[in-house]
């Protein structure tokens, strides 16, 4: 798990237009960041940011309703309440969340500003807050690779296009987006494992929207077929690599017994192999593999299928 580099300050730019938080105490320190050891010890984002715990420091704490009728109850004594909030700093949080639309206590203000801790307070719900800091970090600390490709939404499933260089990826995928499916990036994809075996593929911001093809140049595909031929980012759930007929023919079975796997960032992805050779409709094949593909995650295997009755027609001629 690589390291977070994230300043409260670039956290509460992130998400002030979103969450429209203050921040009202802390800002002699802007840059605190996360505590190093805190990030590669997690396990994931959830143990970064959580309501106000006392057992596990250098964390996002957020204070909600019951946590500020905690540090401000008026049956506590004067020390006793001073010591609660006191106890806060041990913990080293990078960020202290006043959410609900709860008013921050006074003695917390007054820490935060003598501890230079980031104080933020918000209209939101402290749930919705968490939701909305953990799936941030969650990006933040995803494993990443940058992949070779066209990626695309075909059918509502995440295809990777791949092959060599020359093999004419990007024109298949002009004829996909005028087939009605949407593209999510051409030439360069940012995959990122987001969960333990889920992969997700974005655009790099540079070549946002863009195609290019050769002879034409760089097409823009929001622009020439509307919004809907676009896509943000899609789960990876298929790669289509494209190869010429002879290497087909030498290194690739006809049939394959098993389905074929490719591994991304330690992740098995299906993977379909289709020759490229003069008269084949790729856009067709494609849209083929993409339906085969469908029906095996819903657990019908046709070759398995054929397997099986050409199994049962020799047991039948064997018994007559």
């Known amino acids: 798990m690589k390291p977070i580099s994230i300043s409260a300050e670039a956290l509460f730019e992130e998400h002030q237009p979103a969450l429209k938080w203050e921040w009202i105490a802390g800002h002699a320190h802007p840059e605190r960041r996360f505590d190093e050891s805190a ?28 946590e500020v009728a905690y540090l401000s109850e008026t049956a506590a004594a004067p020390e006793v309440q001073e010591r609660r909030i006191q106890r806060i700093v041990t913990l080293e949080p990078p960020v202290i969340i006043v959410a609900d639309g709860e008013r921050a206590p006074d003695r917390l203000v007054a820490m935060c500003d003598r501890a230079e801790i980031p104080l933020f307070t918000t209209q939101h719900s402290a749930g919705h807050v968490i939701d909305v800091v953990r799936a941030y970090l969650s990006q933040l600390m995803a494993e990443r690779t940058t992949r070779h490709g066209v990626f695309m939404d075909i059918l509502g499933v995440g295809v990777l296009l791949t092959g060599e260089s020359g093999l004419g990826k990007s024109e298949l995928g002009l004829e996909l987006i005028s087939r009605g499916h949407g593209l999510v990036a051409d030439d360069a994809v940012d995959i990122y494992r987001v969960a333990q075996n889920t992969l997700e593929g974005r655009c790099p911001e540079l070549l946002l929207n863009l195609l290019e093809v050769r002879g034409i140049g760089l097409l823009d595909i929001k622009a020439i077929f509307g919004e809907t031929a676009v896509r943000r980012k899609m789960r990876v759930k298929l790669i289509v690599h494209l190869v010429r007929k002879e290497t087909m023919d030498r290194e690739f079975e006809r049939l394959p017994y098993e389905p074929l796997y490719e591994e991304v960032l330690g992740v098995p992805v299906r993977k379909v192999v289709i020759a490229v050779d003069a008269g084949r409709n790729l856009a067709v094949l494609v849209e083929a593999a993409v339906r ?27 018994d007559s």
């Open 292 to 318: 085969n593909t469908i029906l095996q995650l819903r657990g019908i295997d046709t070759y398995q299928e054929f397997i099986a009755r050409h199994q049962a027609a020799m047991d039948q001629n064997r």
């Open 39 to 66: 990030v590669r010890d997690a396990r994931s984002a959830a143990d970064l940011v959580g309501y106000l715990n006392y057992i596990h420091p250098y964390r996002v704490q957020l204070v909600g309703r019951r």
